[in-house]
């Protein structure tokens, strides 16, 4: 499984929107493609779904040029692109046939899987209404499951948590990080955290151009918590990676827990928290690029 | 079952769904009640400046199926604008391109499947009228259609196919669907009608390349009058061969273009 972008660039008029992207993804796990609005996020992710075509360069699923052989790269992929609208006189199970029979799998097979299609993605309670009448979290959550009908090896999301509730967005996020196991899931949002949550390699975009590529091993996230006395140990099952400074405890965060949580912890333990700093590498170069634009406007 | 036959029948089945079909449904049955209340009431009396008492029985039955088929040529037109002009830029104006282009189905078979698709639900609004008119006019003739009924079907047939695919083509160019309804309506009713008649006002020439002017033998296969042509002397003869020849060559010439043009804009369309 691989997406590979080659001297990639789109030109709206005088506008660029997308300019020279050289970038290859491959092999499951998600990859995020962060950045502010209007930085080109979207654009790479149409141009590697054939809504749009490449003013230059050219865009390769598993060594297949989507613009010249459309039909058999995107047999590859599953997607959910923007805020797709659906028939509005057809249901949602028709939606899902429909694709079934684009995407060429048969009906056994089909039966086999949908249930797990629906329950995962919760759209069991509205699957037989016509989508006209769907909520825009429905319509996303069932732009989910045609991305997933045909158990594709890619999965291009864009910003897939949009118009979900928090519980819905953690259930979104969740099943993105299951699916990026086995899958290659190439996801857009410019919200850092959830960049932070499921994906294992980030990439910033900004004004067209790819302005950071790292891995989240290589993205620090501290919690610097200062202490009102040194001297103190912890015993802390959520706490793993950490180290003691004096009376500061700089703790390497993960996802698995909240900060509130950390604070907590410590404070069962009888030791007084002073102040609290949080840093996030991630963040600050995100910060650092996006505050370029501001500099030469 | 291939992705283009799933392309066609999951359009056939959405047109079938939509209001418009509906819409035309009323539309033709209101014409076909109007028409049957039309022959009854004239059969046997005609209006004084049709000169009843002097027309032999073939002439009469050629001039009822004449006036039926007059009325049923703007159908298509109308047909066309209700299935063809928002086919494609519904797509961008619904979103819904967001949904199906990046499904692995080449654009081409999404095209020619919506478009046969559109064709298909026009035909069956034909058809019921047709229906209608031959069941009529048999009744009241005692007698079946003769072979211009056959002709004029033939031709009916090349003239929805190109009406649907000069839709078709201007819905490619626009994103919004007014546009493409407005710019339909336009280009038949005011370019080809008009045009037509300030040619031949100013040129003195029968512009026959128009597709109006060309679609009108439909009715001219039963009786040479073109009502598209002001200047044209009437027969009550049919038209002649050579004619419906030459106007089913112009109507297919531009059904070509239309559909080549349409299906090259279609291939590079954007949503953007």
């Not at chain 2, 008009?194 to 128009?210: R, T, V």
Request: hydrophobic share 45%.
């Amino acid at each position: 499984m691989e997406i590979f972008m080659n001297s990639l660039t789109k030109k709206y008029g005088k506008i660029t929107a997308l300019n020279n992207i050289n970038l290859n993804v491959k092999n499951h796990g998600c990859v995020g493609i962060l950045g502010p609005n209007g930085a080109g996020k979207t654009t790479m992710l149409k141009l590697i779904t054939n809504i749009i075509k490449p003013t230059h360069g050219e865009v390769q699923i598993n060594g297949i040029n989507v613009s010249e052989k459309p039909e058999k790269a995107l047999g590859f992929v599953g997607s959910l692109i923007e805020q797709p609208e659906f028939y509005s006189y057809l249901t949602g199970k028709e939606i899902l046939d429909f694709t079934r029979k684009i995407k060429g799998m048969n009906k056994e097979t089909f039966n086999n899987i949908i249930d797990s299609i629906i329950n995962t993605t919760q759209i069991s309670s509205f699957i037989e209404r016509k989508t006209g009448n769907y909520s825009r979290g429905m319509k996303q959550r069932l732009a989910l499951a045609v991305a997933m009908i045909g158990d594709p090896e890619i999965i291009i999301l864009d910003e897939p948590t949009f118009g979900l509730d928090p519980k819905g967005m953690k259930e979104i996020r969740t099943l993105i990080r299951n699916l990026a196991r086995t899958k290659l899931i190439l996801l857009s949002t410019h919200l850092i955290y959830e960049a932070r949550e499921i994906c294992d390699r980030t990439i910033i975009i900004n004004n067209g151009i790819i302005e950071h590529d790292s891995t989240m091993a290589d993205n620090k996230f501290l919690l610097k918590i200062t202490l009102d006395s040194p001297g103190h140990s912890i015993v802390s099952n959520k706490i793993k990676n950490y180290t003691v400074n004096g009376n500061e405890i700089i703790v390497e965060k993960s996802n698995d827990y909240e900060n509130f949580e950390v604070i907590e912890d410590l404070i069962g333990q009888g030791i007084k928290v002073k102040y609290v700093e949080q840093f996030d590498n991630l963040e600050d170069v995100y910060i650092s690029i996006t505050n370029k634009n501001k500099v030469n406007i | 079952m291939s992705k283009f036959s799933t392309v066609y029948l999951q359009y056939v089945k959405n047109y079938y769904r939509s209001r418009s079909f509906y819409l035309m449904l009323l539309l033709i049955s209101i014409i076909s009640i109007m028409m049957i209340y039309f022959s009854f009431k004239y059969i046997n009396n005609f209006p004084k400046f049709l000169g009843s008492s002097s027309i032999p029985i073939t002439i009469k039955e050629a001039l009822f199926y004449f006036l039926w088929t007059l009325i049923l040529l703007y159908v298509p037109v109308f047909s066309a604008v209700f299935f063809g002009s928002p086919a494609i830029s519904s797509e961008i104006e619904n979103k819904t391109a967001y949904f199906i282009f990046p499904l692995p189905i080449n654009r081409y078979k999404l095209y020619i499947g919506k478009f046969l698709a559109a064709f298909t639900v026009s035909f069956i609004i034909m058809i019921i009228y047709l229906i209608v008119e031959v069941g009529t006019l048999s009744y009241l003739f005692h007698s079946l259609p003769t072979i211009y009924f056959y002709y004029s079907l033939l031709l009916l047939i090349i003239f929805i196919l190109t009406m649907t695919s000069v839709t078709f083509m201007i819905s490619a160019i626009f994103n919004k669907n007014t546009y493409a309804y407005i710019t339909v309506l336009l280009i038949y009713y005011i370019v080809f009608y008009a045009g037509s008649f300030i040619i031949e006002l100013l040129y003195k020439i029968d512009p026959i390349y128009l597709l109006s002017d060309a679609a009108s033998i439909i009715e001219r296969a039963y009786m040479n009058i073109n009502t598209a042509d002001f200047f044209s002397t009437p027969s009550i003869s049919p038209a002649p061969f050579a004619d419906i020849i030459f106007s089913a060559l112009i109507m297919v010439i531009y059904f070509i273009a239309s559909f080549a043009i349409g299906l090259i804009l279609f291939e590079r369309k954007e949503v953007s």
